[in-house]
C-alpha cells in the first residue's frame, strides 16, 4: 500500500514563498514518476510540476514555469516543490501523485496511481 502525504501549505503573501513536502511510504519510492496537481473548487485538478525517478529531468506548467521547483530526496522518499514569487491567482489545493509504472515524466492526471490528501495554499494579494 502507497501512501503520500503531504505538507507545508499555509498563507502567504503575494511575492512569497512557500516549500511544499510529500512524503511517500513504498519501498521502490526512487523508481516512481512524481507529480504535482493543485485544485480550486468547482473546477478540475491541474497539473503543475512532474519529475522522473531520478530527479534528473522535470517538466512544468507554463503557468510556473520560472517560480516553482519541483525536486526529490530519494534517500528521504520525499519531493518537494518549491514555489517562489507566489501570485494569488496560485491559490489552490495542492495534491502529490505517484505514478508507480512510468520512470519518466508524466503530466496526465489519469497516469497517476496514487494521491495525497492535498494541503491548502492561499496567496494574499
Known amino acids: 500500500q502507497v501512501q503520500l502525504v503531504e505538507s507545508g501549505g499555509g498563507l502567504v503573501q503575494a511575492g512569497g514563498s512557500l516549500r511544499l513536502s510529500c512524503a511517500a511510504s513504498?519501498?521502490?519510492?526512487?523508481?516512481?514518476?512524481m507529480g504535482w496537481f493543485r485544485q480550486t473548487p468547482g473546477k478540475e485538478r491541474v497539473f503543475v510540476a512532474t519529475?522522473?525517478?531520478?530527479?534528473?529531468?522535470?517538466y512544468y506548467a507554463d503557468s510556473v514555469k520560472g517560480r516553482f521547483t519541483i525536486f526529490r530526496d530519494n534517500a528521504k522518499n520525499t519531493v518537494y516543490l518549491q514555489m517562489n514569487s507566489l501570485k494569488p491567482e496560485d491559490t489552490a489545493v495542492y495534491y502529490c501523485?505517484?505514478?508507480?509504472?512510468?520512470?519518466?515524466?508524466?503530466?496526465?492526471?489519469?497516469?497517476?496511481?496514487?494521491w495525497g490528501q492535498g494541503t491548502q495554499v492561499t496567496v494574499s494579494s
Open positions: 501523485a505517484a505514478d508507480l509504472i512510468s520512470r519518466g515524466i508524466v503530466s496526465r492526471y489519469d497516469e497517476y496511481d496514487y
Open positions: 513504498g519501498r521502490t519510492f526512487s523508481s516512481w514518476a
Open positions: 519529475i522522473n525517478w531520478s530527479g534528473g529531468s522535470t
